[in-house]
């Protein structure tokens, strides 16, 4: 089932994030944050099947004795672009509320500091998390949780950047709101928001309650409650993936506007390209035919005796001896 899905949230991202870079029209900041947030997910999901792949390349057999370093590596990878995932989205929530707060700033540095911290940040996290694993639980492939102040590492920073999208949004709310009571020419210019500030509240609505739920379960479960939380957790991860790209690419108004504009100029050059070589054919046949006739009328003007006093068009062309 979770590899289904992350096959589907992968091919889902990469056409996604292809669209927002093959067309230039769609080239912006917001659409800049998007690709990362991607990204992010994309390697989520090839982490995922590399480890599947050197884990469970048999069924009967667990791998983890025979690669205990690469498969150490590839779950700190897993780790760190869920914790990029949550940094990402973090950087959307952000976004929005400068946005609606702010007239005038600066896009570009708002996303080179974006770029630096959603990816810095997890990764100073996930060393600190594999040093501490390395000293006081290096057992396995490091799924082992038996230090539970050591897998908090790795949930407080995704617990705070939740909160912290929780606060963009209250204030996100609290703006629109004031807005609502002004006339509609003044409040036009957050129409094209709206559907950006709904698919980043969904999406931070359904991490973090996906997140909450699960963060604080206790370490050793009955077996049914296990097999219903994996089952929930593997569902809902292996598809987020999907979700962003939907919300964020295919049902993203300027997207779609962009695609059915390529499409008609596709089919009008189509439509036009295929008559201009025909006309171009039949131009080429007219010509040739009144080429082809003036080609006597020349013979017989060259033909004629000259005149005394007037000049031939070969009055210098040399007659043969």
Same mark, same amino acid.
């Given at each position: 089932m979770y590899t289904a899905g992350y096959t589907f949230s992968l091919i889902s991202l990469a056409l996604a994030t292809a669209i927002l870079c093959v067309f230039r029209k769609l080239h912006c900041t917001r659409n800049y944050i998007h690709i990362q947030l991607f990204v992010s997910?994309?390697?989520?999901?090839?982490?995922?099947?590399?480890?599947?792949?050197? *884990?469970?390349? /048999?069924?009967?057999?667990?791998?983890?004795?025979?690669?205990?370093?690469a498969c150490k590596m590839v779950l700190?990878?897993?780790?760190? =672009?869920? #914790? !990029?995932?949550?940094s990402w989205l973090l950087a959307e929530g952000h976004f929005l509320f400068t946005l609606v707060t702010r007239s005038f700033f600066s896009r570009r540095k708002h996303l080179a500091c974006y770029v630096?911290?959603? %990816?810095? #940040?997890? $990764?100073?996290?996930?060393?600190?998390? @594999?040093?501490?694993?390395?000293?006081?639980?290096?057992?396995?492939? %490091?799924?082992?949780?038996?230090?539970? @102040?050591? %897998?908090?590492?790795?949930?407080?920073?995704?617990? *705070? &950047?939740?909160?912290? /999208?929780?606060?963009?949004?209250?204030?996100? *709310?609290?703006?629109?709101?004031?807005? $609502?009571?002004?006339?509609?020419a003044q409040r036009s210019e957050f129409s094209q928001y709206k559907r950006l500030i709904k698919s980043t509240f969904f999406l931070v609505a359904l991490f973090g309650l996906q997140y909450m739920i699960f963060?604080?379960?206790?370490?050793?479960? =009955?077996?049914?409650?296990?097999? +219903?939380?994996?089952? !929930?957790?593997? !569902?809902?991860?292996?598809?987020? @993936?999907?979700?962003? !790209?939907?919300?964020?690419?295919?049902? /993203? @108004?300027?997207?779609?506007?962009? +695609?059915?504009?390529? %499409?008609?100029r596709w089919c009008l050059n189509r439509h036009f390209g295929s008559g201009s070589r025909v006309n171009d054919g039949r131009r080429r046949t007219h010509h040739?035919?009144? =080429?082809? =006739?003036? /080609?006597?009328?020349? &013979?017989?003007?060259?033909m004629l005796p000259s005149v005394p006093g007037v000049p031939t068009q070969d009055a210098e062309v040399k007659q043969p001896s």
């Amino acid at each position: 089932m979770y590899t289904a899905g992350y096959t589907f949230s992968l091919i889902s991202l990469a056409l996604a994030t292809a669209i927002l870079c093959v067309f230039r029209k769609l080239h912006c900041t917001r659409n800049y944050i998007h690709i990362q947030l991607f990204v992010s997910f994309i390697l989520r999901a090839v982490f995922i099947f590399i480890r599947d792949s050197l *884990l469970f390349t /048999n069924e009967e057999l667990y791998h983890c004795d025979y690669y205990p370093v690469a498969c150490k590596m590839v779950l700190m990878f897993s780790n760190y =672009s869920i #914790l !990029a995932n949550y940094s990402w989205l973090l950087a959307e929530g952000h976004f929005l509320f400068t946005l609606v707060t702010r007239s005038f700033f600066s896009r570009r540095k708002h996303l080179a500091c974006y770029v630096t911290l959603c %990816w810095g #940040l997890p $990764l100073a996290v996930i060393v600190t998390w @594999g040093l501490a694993k390395y000293s006081y639980e290096d057992e396995g492939c %490091w799924e082992s949780r038996r230090h539970e @102040g050591i %897998w908090w590492i790795l949930r407080v920073p995704v617990l *705070l &950047t939740i909160c912290m /999208n929780l606060m963009f949004f209250l204030g996100i *709310l609290k703006v629109l709101i004031g807005k $609502l009571q002004l006339p509609d020419a003044q409040r036009s210019e957050f129409s094209q928001y709206k559907r950006l500030i709904k698919s980043t509240f969904f999406l931070v609505a359904l991490f973090g309650l996906q997140y909450m739920i699960f963060v604080f379960l206790p370490v050793t479960l =009955s077996p049914p409650v296990f097999r +219903i939380w994996t089952f !929930a957790e593997l !569902a809902l991860s292996s598809t987020q @993936g999907f979700v962003v !790209a939907v919300l964020y690419c295919f049902m /993203n @108004g300027e997207v779609q506007q962009e +695609i059915q504009r390529r %499409w008609r100029r596709w089919c009008l050059n189509r439509h036009f390209g295929s008559g201009s070589r025909v006309n171009d054919g039949r131009r080429r046949t007219h010509h040739g035919s009144m =080429s082809h =006739s003036s /080609n006597p009328a020349l &013979t017989q003007v060259l033909m004629l005796p000259s005149v005394p006093g007037v000049p031939t068009q070969d009055a210098e062309v040399k007659q043969p001896s």
